[in-house]
């Protein structure tokens, strides 16, 4: 019977112990982000629950049939613009639909509960790419949703300003991506957290958008901001909405993609205000981060409380995995101890195994003396997060009075297990 114990306690002494791992965090951290490639981790206080958020820019879809025929014209360039890339990471051939396949298969993998779609989805509003497309994002089976880049509503060369040319263009052709949302500004709610989408496509912003952001950034819940264009940061290029040298003079494409130039006077004073509104949202309104594409490469620009990310082209395989969790808070330490006492009561082994790396050994070692107990034989070591502290010491006192020693200076610790074993002669 008592090798059975004996056998039973040696198991419990190997078995990991379960509790906290997390450090605490000190008081009046709110939000705290984390990228590690792919994978942007953000935890925050007021989150209850873990939610994964892939976000995908620039698949550039380039399918078209013959109804694309009468527009051939238009879409000429960008029909032949990312036909065959290469993987980002890998360098390895690659194509726009295996890409998105590959991403939204990983997504499904990591059972994401939303996909954020930034635009230039289709290099041109293809009817055959936007059904492919809204097929393929459909049948994925986790809800997903989209907000406009430059290239889905613009066929080159067609005559109009960049705002009527988007009103138009996503008016016959993407409405179906956007489902019922309004394409300007709108917001969904996942777990909680809220995704605020804005067009930003043509650079500019509108009035109406303004107005509408203003109503969707209230409230005290963690929100993220979602749209085409990566808004300006100190250091970014020109390519991007409300940068102080935007206009008719910096801009080298018009000709290339055959749109109207870039207006003489830069960027109108609702972009503007717009770019205040998001600096002035991190800080009172809870706007925990910014996406964004169109730049085809991975960047991270910080602006005071600011963070906004910018994803890969997903023609090239890019994409974001983003994770926000709750904040770790600090929890009672668990620790799993096992007492071993020599049968005639004049030796005591104490293991003590803790996840936490700070635990105060010293502490332990005078709580022990203050119990009775002298002499602390053996040393701590640590490996992996996990500390192992053993303790060989003269046995004065039973077992309970060892529990009641720990309980009383240890009564912010939960013990998840005690165990006492009795060494053979
Ligand atoms: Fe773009």
């Not at 873990?50 to 698949?59: E, L, M, N």
């Not at 107990?373 to 039973?398: D, I, M, R, V, W």
Request: net charge positive.
């Amino acid at each position: 019977m008592r090798r059975i114990v004996f056998a039973l306690l040696t198991l419990l002494l190997l078995t990991p112990c379960r509790g906290a791992s997390r450090n605490p965090v000190p008081k009046g951290v709110q939000t705290t982000v984390y990228q590690n490639g792919q994978v942007i981790r953000i935890y925050d206080r007021s989150v209850t629950e873990p939610v994964r958020i892939f976000v995908i820019s620039d698949t550039h879809l380039f399918r078209s049939d013959e109804r694309e025929d009468p527009y051939r014209q238009y879409s000429k360039r960008m029909s032949k613009a990312y036909n065959t890339t290469r993987h980002f990471l890998s360098g390895k051939p690659t194509n726009p639909e295996e890409s998105l396949l590959q991403t939204l298969s990983l997504a499904r993998e990591k059972k994401a509960d939303a996909i954020a779609v930034l635009g230039d989805l289709v290099s041109y509003p293809s009817e055959a790419g936007v059904e492919w497309a809204k097929a393929v994002l459909d049948s994925c089976g986790i809800p997903w949703f989209y907000t406009t880049g430059n290239h889905d509503w613009h066929y080159e060369g067609t005559e109009g300003s960049e705002i009527d040319l988007r009103e138009e263009w996503t008016r016959k052709r993407l409405l179906p991506l956007y489902k019922s949302y309004n394409h300007e500004c709108y917001s969904v709610t996942v777990k909680g957290i809220k995704l605020i989408f804005v067009d930003n496509a043509t650079y500019q912003i509108l009035p109406s958008q303004l107005k509408a952001f203003s109503a969707e950034i209230k409230g005290k819940e963690p929100k993220l901001l979602f749209g085409h264009i990566p808004y300006y940061a100190p250091g970014y290029g020109i390519t991007t909405v409300a940068h102080p040298d935007w206009g008719y003079d910096t801009d080298r494409g018009y000709r290339a993609e055959r749109r109207e130039r870039w207006p003489v006077d830069g960027f109108n004073k609702t972009t503007m205000d717009f770019w205040r509104a998001i600096l002035k949202a991190t800080r009172r309104n809870h706007l925990v981060a910014s996406f964004s594409g169109h730049h085809h490469v991975q960047q991270t620009a910080i602006v005071d409380s600011w963070t906004q990310f910018t994803v890969a082209a997903n023609c090239q395989g890019g994409y974001f995995e983003v994770v926000i969790e709750p904040m770790p808070e600090k929890k009672p330490q668990l620790f799993r101890a096992t007492v071993i006492f020599h049968k005639k009561g004049r030796f005591l082994l104490i293991f003590l195994e803790t996840e936490f790396l700070h635990i105060d050994s010293l502490l332990l070692r005078k709580t022990l003396q203050h119990g009775g107990f002298f002499e602390l034989l053996a040393g701590a070591h640590f490996a992996n997060g996990t500390g192992l502290f053993e303790f060989a010491l003269e046995f004065l006192q039973g077992p309970f009075d060892v529990l009641t020693v720990f309980n009383r200076y240890y009564n912010h610790l939960k013990i998840t297990s005690f165990s006492i074993k009795w060494l053979q002669r």
